[in-house]
């Protein structure tokens, strides 16, 4: 049965971010203004960019990256530039860094990042990966991203669409990693958008990999994600089974959560949520309206179905 504490949780979801787009246009021939104002060239930009390649500790050891020469990454001060000075958002959104395939420029149209944060909000028990009924999930997920337009319009903001899976979920219960991904439509907007997630569950949180890109790049991003789940471990002693009852903290919710997307608001995640329009080269902000809706909705008719089996 789902927690009140839970539901309760879920439901606040829908006050703590509003859902907001900035424009991010950055070809390869443009210019990029540096916070301290100084104009540089879209190659002098990347070119000031410290790449890193190989393995790659996250900041606090959290994890590791094990870069195969296709990846390259930036440390959280680069990945910040890139968000806020190339592709124009509001600063403020802190991350561990971001990936980004070696033959692309990020500044270009083809450009597509993955942005990597860590919570730590307590161990998630993964009881409910085999009773998860991903199509209900995703119907309510759907119902309340349509019912949170209103308020996106209110704002002054264009309507969205998840029109389905990209990928269905799957969870490794050996790995206890969780991917998949939603295809998203905005208005206005002829290009859907990938969100392909990866969720690595760890003793006491979860690290979190997000990549958003155009669905005519499915095919590649598809592939390349595949390999950020093999190469992204956490160190000794933050793995799942590193887990101790005895001190460490349980979270308070379970996969379906993690894959309805209504928590991270509040587990921050990002601090501030976004889904990466590459098509478009803009960074929108997700409905949480919407999402934290499909959490309490899903929950609640699993509250019911628990309710009458007992009766």
Partial sequence: MFKKSQLAAALSLAMLLTPVSYSADAPASSAVASES????????????????????TLPGGIATLNLPPSFRYLGPDDAERVLVDAWGNPPGA??????????????????????ITYSEDGHIKDNDADSIKYDELLKDMQESTVAANEERKKLGYDAMTLVGWAESPSYDKTTHKFYWAKELAVEKTAQHSLNYNIRVLGRKGVLVLNAVAGMDQIGQVRQEMQNVVAFTEFTKGN????????????????????VAGGVAAKLGFFGKIFALLL???????VGIVAIGGAVAKFFGRKKNDTDSNQA
């Fill in 239 to 258: 793995s799942y089974n590193d887990f101790d009852s005895s001190t460490d903290k349980v979270a308070e919710y379970g996969l379906a959560a993690l």
């Fill in 94 to 115: 802190k991350s561990l860094g971001m990936l980004f395939p070696a033959d692309v420029s990020p500044l270009s149209a083809n450009g597509w990042g993955v942005i």
């Fill in 37 to 56: 104002g100084k104009t540089m060239s879209a190659a002098e930009f990347e070119a000031s960019l410290k790449f890193q390649q190989g393995k790659i």
């Fill in 279 to 285: 098509a478009a080269k803009k960074l929108l902000f």
